[in-house]
């Protein structure tokens, strides 16, 4: 995904300087070739920025606004206090999916991006700086330790949980899709593939003493603009962060112990030496099998991954149960053309690409593309990894169980009032799960699935091999 913040940190193994993409696990020593691996204990990953300013460089700017505002801070005479704060943002970034369908007006629509945010997770200091702004794109950060930071300044607590964090995300990046539609009454946000993780951005709280009694006012530690103030001296009585260090570690095969790749966003890692795919799930490695799907086309083959699900869906609401392919193929639109040839016994399967990419309307495009013809592709079992063209997977299995609503509402592609009464109450049962390797012809600037007869730019899904 685009628009990383780098991270800079030293080599635990040669002391040199790194730098990495924010929100990625693993990297590589650029000096001693060490792959690394963050820890987290299983908790958010958290960065800051420290404050760049040094006291003088403060009093000059609060010369320079009482210079440049006289009206507003002519008054102040004395700075009493210099105070560094760290205030904690959520930064969120993903792909959004907004459903929403309208009987009246015959219309489903399935809008698609990829998104990214900040807000603020402490909402009881310095509130009216509600999120950062796009500048924070070339910030570099750090890896957060709450004993150093504690020595430099007031780390402010979280106030907004994760959960409070991920609804308020959904509400700000569906907004616009909502105005678009606002009375129907099929509307849903999807957040898929999201990275979420804390920054903490510097502040420089100053008190003044003046004509009319204290004041305070806050500059940004990075740039040294004034942000804001408020009347009085704010003695700041924030809660203690609770304790937090990201280790770093060598990142090697659980099996052999040799190095593994580090990929920056990639949640699998393949050994070369011993042949094993491994899952990074928290701070532990999942050992995963590989299934193929036999190349249809005769040229050079690549293969994408996919979250492929057995799924049964119900509506309560209006008696709808489907299993099988003939119960999909009497509801979907142009279904019983579709799906003529396939045996309606067969339980029904969607195909969701495990990747996040730039273009969330091309994964959207291509999982409904597979997932509307049903078809019975062959599977080889456990091949040899033929690893040179094999992309790797960034859509952790949870988050792609989140894509099968707006996946099935993509496939059906109704929008009379039968099908918004579906589409309303409409619950996924996912019976069997599975990660597969989906292969497609490469024709140079597109790929071609011959199975499905489709073809795509291999740019819009920021193809990579492993
Ligand atoms: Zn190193
Ligand atoms: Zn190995």
Redesign the pocket.
Known sequence: MRNPLLVSTKCRECGAPIRYPEGAYTFRCGFCSSALRTSTEGRELKYIIPVRLSRKDVLLSVKRLITTNRNEYGGLKKVRHIRNIYKPFWYFKGMVYSAWAEAGKNKAELLSKLWFHTFQANTEHIPWLFSLGISSEVLTLEPYDSDRFREEGTVLPVTLNREEAEEQALLIAGRSARIAAPNAPYFRNFLIGERFFLLYYPLVQVVCSGEAGLQTLYFDGVTAKCVGGEEGGNALTAGQEENYHIKFLVHR??????D?QSADFDLFYY??????LWELKGDDYISRKVRIIEPSGKGKTFYIPFWRFAVEIDSPGTGNHFATVGDLSRFMKMGRHLLRNENPDRPLKFYIPAVVARNARAVMKLATRLSMFQKDVPLSGFSEFPYENILNVSLPEQEAVEMLEPLVFSVIGRADPQAVSFYKDFQIKTIARELIWYPFEDKGAMLADHYHDYYFPRKSLDIRAF
């Open positions: 095969c659980k099996n052999c112990g040799h593994l050994c070369r030496h011993c042949f094993r």
